[in-house]
């Protein structure tokens, strides 16, 4: 009962927030507050419960299920389970679901039951794709998260919200639908097979095909992931989402929905396809690149600092889909400490420019300079994940980063050396971004509060993260090592990499 109870808390918590919200503003932020707490608490019950213990044998030896029948008739379960690649995803979504009630406790004054209800719901669905084992209900998560994120940023954004809604619902949306009618075909595939209809993830891998349709099937799973990753060319829904979303919105896409694109890539993607995947890697590995060095690029050239911090993103993620698609063990590693990573420091870096904004009412870095001298908690905090966020070691995505490209240079050299070469622009726009921002005199005489007490405790839960999964990633590490060598025994033998498996695949005649 522990994993529907990680649903539910979240789910009537923002039912309750939005009731409370009719009455008393305050009484909505504290059940917000007390509800995402309570998630972040029972998956740390849960981690705390299996510490220390022997790693599982075998991916159907979960650290906890529910196996119950919903629609019977058309083969739907409510099958939820939790391994330490999931469970370190929903530490991850409860501890930024706290951060982000309480850096927007004073930033939301209008309607707040009605935000807080959306910014849980949007948790809850997050929490549930990444417990769901049914295909049917994987979907009907995936679903749940789009539309109180898109009223999240259509009713509490800024200045082009209504279009930066839009779309970022029509991308997702219509990518989602590619991938709907990739699990109908896996479905009657299946079907047409054993005569079982099922929506079962486990039942499913199993299911033989010819190599022109899992192809087809594999490409529909991975444009609704590589949306809403984001991977180059089909990113460009997130800098307009980022930019218009209030505070909590931007900390919650970035730290937490872009890595359902990341989960659904190791989880669903790959070891449903295999040759497929082994086939398409080329090409995934490729845009992964595309992505680090483009996205790189395009932040050095904004002038909008919130703009900036989301190129970012479409740079770091472009690590996580060239690791994934790579397939080795060190490149999965880096895979799961850079999803970890990034949705800290970026997660960080949000709540930060949306404190700066809340009180210069700007974002045009041509118009801050100087601010250190004003506020040099706030400086220094921006400075820290700057240098995260550019891979200084000894902060967490160093470690990422340095991982995904060391198992990259084991498969591809010339892909390691290219991807590389976005630390170094990363560098460039990170110092670029402190120095254009609080360094320098202060010609626009700015004179605004430092952080306070409530901002200074936020930044200072995501410092000691930071600094612990870059100095001692160890337990972290302990805690997926088993459920990557699990994904890489479904995706194909442990020894070889997804690209070095591309040739032998398109000779194959099956999808496994």
């Not at 929506?199 to 192809?215: D, I, K, N, W």
């Not at 970026?346 to 904004?357: D, M, P, S, Y």
């Amino acid at each position: 009962m522990m994993l529907v109870w990680l649903l539910v808390a979240p789910t009537v918590g923002g039912i309750l927030a939005w009731i409370a919200g009719r009455w008393s503003s305050t009484w909505s932020r504290w059940i917000a507050l007390a509800a995402t707490a309570a998630e972040l608490l029972l998956a740390l019950a849960l981690w705390a419960g299996h510490a220390g213990q022997p790693v599982l044998a075998d991916r159907a030896d979960w650290m906890a299920a529910l196996n119950a029948p919903w629609i019977p008739d058309l083969g739907i379960r409510f099958h939820l389970a939790i391994d330490g690649l999931s469970l370190l995803l929903v530490l991850l979504t409860g501890f930024l679901g706290v951060l982000s009630v309480a850096a927007s406790w004073t930033d939301i004054r209008e309607r707040v039951g009605f935000f807080h209800f959306n910014l849980l719901w949007v948790l809850a669905g997050v929490t549930g794709v990444f417990l769901a084992q049914d295909l049917f209900l994987f979907y009907f998560f995936w679903e749940m998260m789009l539309v109180p994120m898109y009223l999240l940023i259509a009713i509490w954004g800024h200045e082009r919200r209504v279009y930066a809604a839009a779309k970022f619902f029509l991308f997702t949306q219509l990518s989602g639908l590619l991938m709907l009618v990739a699990i109908l075909g896996l479905y009657f595939a299946h079907a047409s097979q054993t005569g079982i209809y099922t929506f079962e993830l486990a039942e499913l891998m199993g299911t033989r095909m010819s190599p022109t349709l899992a192809v087809w099937l594999m490409l529909g799973f991975f444009a609704a992931f590589a949306v809403k990753l984001p991977a180059v060319p089909v990113h460009t829904w997130l800098p307009d989402a980022h930019t218009e979303a209030p505070t909590a919105g931007s900390v919650v896409l970035a730290g937490l929905m872009l890595k359902t694109g990341a989960y659904g890539l190791l989880r669903f993607a790959i070891p449903l396809f295999p040759t497929a995947a082994a086939w398409w890697a080329p090409v995934a590995m490729a845009l992964g690149v595309a992505s680090v060095l483009y996205g790189a690029l395009l932040a050095f050239g904004q002038t909008d600092l919130k703009r900036l911090v989301a190129y970012t993103s479409v740079s770091h993620m472009g690590f996580v889909l060239l690791g994934a698609f790579v397939g080795n063990e060190l490149a999965l590693q880096g895979v799961m400490l850079q999803i970890l990573c990034h949705g800290v420091s970026t997660g960080a870096l949000f709540i930060l420019v949306g404190a700066l904004q809340e009180r210069t009412h700007t974002r045009d870095m041509g118009r801050m300079q100087g601010l250190w001298q004003t506020a040099p908690r706030m400086g220094a905090a921006t400075m820290l994940f700057a240098l995260a966020s550019m891979g200084l070691p000894g902060l967490g995505n160093f470690l990422g980063e340095f991982l995904v490209l060391l198992g990259t240079y084991q498969v591809s050299p010339p892909a390691a050396i290219i991807a590389s070469l976005g630390l170094i622009t990363s560098t460039v726009y990170a110092l670029w971004m402190v120095q254009r921002v609080f360094q320098g005199p202060n010609d626009h005489d700015w004179r605004v509060p430092d952080l306070n007490a409530r901002e200074v405790a936020v930044i200072a839960a995501l410092t000691v993260v930071i600094l612990w999964l870059g100095l001692y990633p160890q337990p972290v590490m302990d805690t997926f090592r088993q459920s990557i060598g699990g994904l890489r025994r479904v995706a194909g033998s442990p020894s070889t990499p997804a690209v070095a498996r591309a040739a032998p695949a398109a000779r194959s005649g099956d999808s496994r």
